[in-house]
């Protein structure tokens, strides 16, 4: 994983996920896996995405005036994803088929086409009280299983009808807990080492530069257009994970 070749392989595929988690606020962990997977075995590319997914998620959690109020409205969805990767990480048996990936591709890129065609889905407040956690264990499964953060989560949180930058910044949040929650199971599970140092570190200075260069592209698009990206993003994410899992 030291190679020169592997490097500049590691840097442009983190490069690439920066710019799209720029961008729609999402898609590191999608895309950096997704093309990581050619020349890494999954828990490789799940264990090397860990530095660089934590900084850009703090970085973009802490971009906001909505930080405190958010995470106290979160807080069971959150405290879900915690108890869900662990119950993951324990009891889900190790699945190599990638039937998972390829499950949760399709149902990304249908929850993208619902967006596309302008079906929204709203949640009272009532509903939101307890449909957070369940939601948030059912993420943490899914992030044990895929190394993906993204499902159910992003749909819950777009149900709530928050506006385009704190939607953004409840998403780094919630990729924030699962970023430290899959680093707890992938401890337990023994893929963590510091023969991934040098590699991490590339891989966080090249997630740095492609999320700086998605923010600035992300602000000169109005909100139709962010939400437009937003959900072709999705679509092209769950396209990547459906075939990807099927290859």
């Known amino acids: 994983m030291d190679t020169p070749p592997v490097l500049a392989a590691i840097v442009g595929a983190f490069v690439l996920a920066g710019f799209a988690k720029g961008v729609i606020g999402m898609g590191l962990p999608t895309v950096s896996i997704g093309l990581l997977g ?34 106290k409205r979160l807080a069971p969805m959150l405290a879900g994803i915690c108890i869900g990767t662990f119950m993951g990480a324990m009891l889900l048996p190790h699945d190599d088929s990638g039937r998972a990936t390829v499950f949760l591709g399709a149902v990304l890129a249908s929850y993208a086409v619902l967006g596309l065609a302008n079906v929204q889905f709203k ?42 930058n704190q939607l953004i910044q409840a998403m780094g949040l919630s990729f924030t807990v699962s970023t430290v929650a899959l680093a707890g199971a992938l401890q337990y599970s023994g893929e963590i080492g510091l023969h991934l140092a040098r590699p991490a570190l590339f891989a966080l200075a090249a997630a740095l530069t492609g999320m700086a260069l998605g923010q600035i592209a992300r602000k000169r698009i109005g909100p139709h257009t962010f939400r437009l990206c937003f959900f072709i993003g999705l679509l092209l994410l769950g396209l990547h994970l459906a075939l990807h899992g099927l290859l």
Do not use: C, H, K
């Open 38 to 71: 050619l020349l890494l075995t999954p828990a490789q590319a799940a264990a090397l995405l860990l530095v660089p997914s934590l900084v850009t998620n703090i970085w973009q959690a802490a971009a906001g005036d909505s930080l405190v109020p958010l995470a």
């Open 123 to 164: 949640l009272s407040s009532d509903a939101e009280t307890w449909l957070g956690a369940p939601i948030g264990m059912l993420t943490g499964m899914l992030t044990v299983v895929t190394g993906v953060f993204v499902i159910p989560a992003t749909p819950y949180l777009q149900a709530l009808q928050l506006n385009r």
